[in-house]
């Protein structure tokens, strides 16, 4: 296991960059985990923009594994769920000494909130 991040710059367009960086870094046989959708929209829409790099980008959505699957089709559930199968409700419900409510940025929206801010310096 290897962790690798990557922070686009503030005020450029880091699409072009980021695809590159994950397509460098990921190996061509990873299994990639992902929690719910959004990461794999995003790279659907990644190919979209970059059709150069389709192929390569479609190769990694195959080898995405939705780690929400078991949450939401019911095979795992608890009570403290309270209906949903999000992060934040799974994990203080598995792990009820691990929430999101002490975190200074605790979702994506205040996440592109803070983004934006940093853009602004």
Not at 39 to 65: A, G, H, M, V
Not at 90 to 108: F, K, R, T, W
Request: hydrophobic share 40%; aromatic share 12%; with cysteine.
């Amino acid at each position: 296991m290897k962790h690798c991040e990557y922070l686009a710059l503030p005020n450029v367009d880091p699409r072009k960059e980021l695809i590159e960086k994950l397509l460098s870094e990921i190996p061509d046989n990873a299994c990639i985990l992902h929690y719910s959708a959004f990461e794999k929209t995003r790279l659907n829409d990644l190919s979209k923009w970059f059709p150069r790099y389709k192929k390569k980008i479609d190769k990694l959505i195959d080898q995405c594994i939705d780690l929400a699957s078991p949450f939401r089709n019911r095979s795992v559930y608890l009570w403290q769920m309270d209906g949903a199968y999000s992060i934040k409700s799974v994990l203080p419900a598995m792990v009820p000494d691990l929430n999101y409510d002490s975190m200074e940025i605790s979702d994506g929206g205040a996440a592109t909130i803070a983004y934006f801010r940093m853009c602004e310096f």
